[in-house]
Structure formats: C-alpha cells, structure tokens
T-cell receptor, first 114, second 115 residues
Framework: DGGITQSPKYLFRKEGQNVTLSCEQN?????MYWYRQDPGQGLRLIYY???????QKGDIAEGYSVSREKKESFPLTVTSAQKNPTAFYLC?????????????FGPGTRLTVL | AQKVTQAQTEISVVEKEDVTLDCVYE???????LFWYKQPPSGELVFLIR??????QNEISGRYSWNFQKSTSSFNFTITASQVVDSAVYFC????????????FGSGTQLTVLP
C-alpha cells in the first residue's frame, strides 16, 4: 500500500536532548513537509523539501533541523534549542510543490518533553 | 500574506442533523486553491476536496457539499444527515503562488456528532 509512515507514534524526551522523528513515503513524491500542531491550533510549517538534498525553512524552523538524502525519507530533528517542543508533528508529501497539489499526511508523532 | 479563519472552534450536533462549517480566507493572489481536510481522532489528515479560484461551482459528494463564494471570500462545508463517524476536526486551507505555494491552515473546527 502506498502511503506515509511516521515513527514512533509517541516519543518522550528529557529537556536538553535532541530527538529525531522519522518520515518515509513510498508515493514517489518529490516534495515533503513537516508541520507542527498544537492543541486548538492549525498546522504550522516547519520545513519543506522540493527535491533530494534541498530543503527550505517554513514559518517556525527555529530549533529544528532536517535532511533529505533520499527521495523517500525526510527526518526531522528537534534540537535542545527548541524552547517548547511538546506538540503533535505531522509529515506530508505531494507530487510537487505547486499550489494545486494536495498533500498526503502521515499518522503523526506525538512528542512530549518531560 | 494570506490567512484562513475558521471562527467556529467547536460544534456539536445530534446525529442526522445538517451542519455547516465556515471558512473565510484572505489572499491578494488572483489564482489560488482552497482545500478541506478531515482529522479524525487517529490524527492523520485526510484530504476531502480542492477548489481553484476560477471555479465557483458548488460541489456535492454524497453527504458532503461545498459552497465557494468569491464575493465573500468563503468556502463553506456542509455535511447533510450527519453521522457519528463524521466526528473529527476539520481544517480549511489555502495555497497560492504568493505564499510560495505553501498551505496556510485555519485553526480547525472540532465537530462532535452525538448519537
């Protein structure tokens, strides 16, 4: 089945630790995205990538880093510099970064900082 | 800058009632795309519909219908004869070239359908 997988589903981290969230897609999509969702709020874009070895900052990139070494993979690292990392993180992909393309979403990772 | 407003934070209805979710958008672009997504309790967003700015025809898909009105910058979503399985958070989103083709999401409307 084609789709997007994110792991783990739940993640707990101690303050001061970096943590990496996994996102894999087998849809052969060029573009991939990371969003953050806080309770009662919409999704906010952290980073996006249009092609392998290229990525762009979104609206709230501070404290996060990404890599895109393979077309199907777009991991997100939440660094200790992110002041309030507890949130629900969603990964998405689309055929290309164009206005009309719908994005397909993974099941999300819920990160809690203890 | 572009913006999407979903003024209804939470709505509760009884099963079989009709319900309309409001979405108002702002953009300076003449070409743009509007989307609705559903987020069930599992968390994954599910794509429902896309509409471009040049197509103001209303659309119906089963119990779902969408009313796009450029004059009022609105793209409202109606569920007819609601069911418990419709309970979810619904997001309206906007994309245009002026926003580097990124999706701008509204804050979402939590719909609860009671049996």
């Amino acid at each position: 089945d084609g789709g997007i997988t994110q792991s783990p589903k739940y993640l707990f981290r101690k303050e001061g630790q970096n943590v990496t969230l996994s996102c894999e897609q087998n849809l052969n999509h060029d573009a991939m995205y990371w969003y953050r969702q806080d309770p009662g709020q919409g999704l906010r874009l952290i980073y996006y990538s249009q092609i392998v070895n290229d990525f762009q900052k979104g609206d709230i990139a501070e404290g996060y880093s990404v890599s895109r070494e393979k077309k199907e993979s777009f991991p997100l690292t939440v660094t200790s510099a992110q002041k309030n990392p507890t949130a629900f993180y969603l990964c998405a992909s689309s055929d290309r970064v164009v206005s009309y393309n719908e994005q397909f979403f993974g099941p999300g990772t819920r990160l809690t900082v203890l | 800058a572009q913006k999407v407003t979903q003024a209804q934070t939470e709505i509760s209805v009884v099963e079989k009632e009709d319900v309309t979710l409001d979405c108002v958008y702002e953009t300076r672009d003449t070409t743009y795309y509007l989307f609705w997504y559903k987020q069930p309790p599992s968390g994954e967003l599910v794509f429902l519909i896309r509409r471009n700015s040049f197509d103001e025809q209303n659309e119906i898909s089963g119990r779902y219908s969408w009313n796009f009105q450029k004059s009022t910058s609105s793209f409202n979503f109606t569920i007819t004869a609601s069911q418990v399985v419709d309970s979810a958070v619904y997001f309206c989103a906007l994309s245009s070239s002026g926003s580097a083709r990124q999706l701008t999401f509204g804050s979402g409307t939590q719909l609860t359908v009671l049996p």
